[in-house]
């Protein structure tokens, strides 16, 4: 399986491509990463150094690329943070590429806006993308609740909002929704729900609550659901597996007190985790 991922990139620690690429590797794929940036760090420090780059590089990126003659051996597209509308232009540019060339390639949007308690962290401009052309564009999208409802104008409190919410992002394009980090009325305390849905149902993983603060968790578990159901062809299949590989990946974080996220020390998890939570249907 071969996965072009179009993510932000930083030398140190873990977040977008430095997050996603190694898990799907680690799953056994050939991963043909794109930066969007090259920072130093996350942003989350307050301090980093390094580029952005523009549509223009993710262009002639792609076109070196096609010009191997390889883009129709590409299974799907994976796109996370997008730093401007320019580069969500170029995104959606490769993804026709690749759909060009292999018409049964998917393409994977992680709508990257905001968070609850943060509000949108993006530049201006990009929820509006995210919600006119991208999200459309996208065979699967993976939202956290606060861009479920922002991207739907559906506030999700109840188990029932969440099920008119995903179904009204179903309704806009995606075939598969995935949502991370979701608590409603009906979530216990110590816990926290994701939720996916496809064409065969609505389903549920609750995990227990793991009290810690890291950057990049989102992006593995958009990249580890992605390549799940590209082999499995099912929401409850891929939201099992990917849950509990990030549980594990947060468990073993949270027991080294490290700030990073242990995507190296704990890539046991991606493939052989070490506590499964099975999907129920809701």
Same mark, same amino acid.
């Not at 030398?11 to 990463?33: D, I």
């Not at 969007?36 to 002639?60: C, L, M, P, R």
């Not at 690329?65 to 401007?84: A, F, P, Q, W």
């Not at 990946?249 to 949270?254: A, C, D, F, Q």
């Given at each position: ?9 930083? &030398? ?20 043909? *990463? ?55 232009? &170029? ?9 060009? &060339?292999? *018409?049964? %390639? ?9 968070? !609850? ?21 996208? $065979?699967? !999208? ?17 188990? +029932?909002? @969440? ?8 309704? &806009?394009?995606?075939? !598969? ?7 409603? =009325?009906?979530?216990? $305390? $110590? ?5 996916? %849905? ?14 810690? =603060?890291?950057?990049? @968790?989102?992006?593995? #578990? +958009? ?14 299949? %891929? ?16 027991? %080294?007190?490290?700030?990073? #996220? ?10 052989? *985790? ?9």
């Amino acid at each position: 399986m071969n996965i072009l991922s179009i993510q932000s990139h930083v &030398a140190y620690g873990h977040v977008g491509n430095a997050s996603a690429v190694f898990p799907m590797q680690r799953l056994g794929v050939e991963v043909w *990463p794109i930066h969007t940036v090259q920072f130093s760090n996350h942003t989350g420090y307050g301090a980093w150094k390094g580029q952005v780059f523009d549509g223009a590089t993710i262009d002639e990126l792609m076109a070196g690329i096609g010009e191997r003659g390889v883009l129709g051996k590409c299974d799907g597209v994976l796109s996370g943070y997008m730093g401007s509308a320019d580069i969500g232009h &170029a995104i959606l540019s490769a993804v026709a590429k690749v759909r060009e &060339a292999n *018409p049964k %390639a998917m393409y994977c949007c992680d709508p990257v806006i905001g968070d !609850v308690g943060r509000g949108v962290f993006v530049r201006p401009g990009i929820p509006e993308f995210m919600r006119e052309q991208a999200v459309p564009a996208a $065979d699967i !999208v993976t939202p956290n609740q606060f861009e479920l409802e922002l991207l739907t104008d559906v506030e999700v409190r109840t188990l +029932a909002d @969440a099920h008119r919410a995903v179904e009204a992002l179903r309704d &806009a394009g995606p075939k !598969v929704v995935l949502v991370t980090s979701l608590i409603t =009325n009906e979530t216990p $305390d $110590d816990s926290i729900d994701l939720m996916a %849905a496809d064409g065969q149902g609505t389903y549920r993983v609750r995990t227990p609550k793991i009290d810690i =603060n890291i950057n990049g @968790a989102g992006d593995a #578990i +958009a990249a580890l659901f992605f390549v799940h159901y590209l082999r499995d062809g099912s929401a409850a299949s %891929a939201l099992g597996k990917a849950a509990s590989s990030i549980y594990g990946l947060l468990k073993r974080t949270k027991e %080294a007190g490290s700030r990073e #996220i242990l995507t190296v020390a704990a890539q046991d998890e991606f493939v052989t *985790p070490s506590q499964l939570f099975a999907p129920e249907v809701v």
